[in-house]
């Protein structure tokens, strides 16, 4: 009914920069929050970022100053662009989005399949 396609994932240096983008397409009647969230070996997953339906955006600590989450509402479309990367933001990094479907009159989060960061020299 609803699929979120990621991509932007690779291997970088520590230091560099990267770009992720997910798109959600399907019956949506409306979008409210958007986000990321990441996964690495051994931790907990964690709420990188989010943004509501109008702009307002939310971080945790340790991207703070780093990361800036953004989204596109005309194309359903929610970015992360990551800055200073360190090896600690090694995960795979999942987008979501709490959707109202045509179909029905609740809210649903949908999540991508992941796409892997790698922070490594």
């Known amino acids: 009914q609803v699929q979120l396609v990621e991509s932007g994932g690779c291997l970088v240096q520590p230091g560099g920069s990267l770009r992720l983008s997910c798109a959600a397409s399907?019956?949506?009647?409306?979008?409210?929050?958007m986000g990321w969230y990441r996964h690495a070996p051994g931790k907990e997953r964690e709420l990188v970022a989010s943004?509501?339906?109008?702009?307002?955006?939310n971080y945790a600590d340790p991207v703070k100053g780093r990361f800036t989450i953004s989204r596109n509402n005309a194309k359903n479309t929610v970015y992360l662009q990551m800055n200073s990367l360190k090896p600690e933001d090694t995960a795979v990094y999942y987008c979501?989005?709490?959707?109202?479907?045509?179909?029905?009159?609740?809210?649903?989060?949908?999540w991508g399949n992941g796409t892997l960061v790698t922070v490594s020299s």
């Open positions: 979501y989005s709490n959707i109202r479907t045509r179909q029905v009159g609740y809210v649903t989060s949908y």
């Open positions: 399907g019956s949506i009647f409306s979008i409210n929050g």
């Open positions: 943004i509501t339906s109008d702009g307002r955006t």
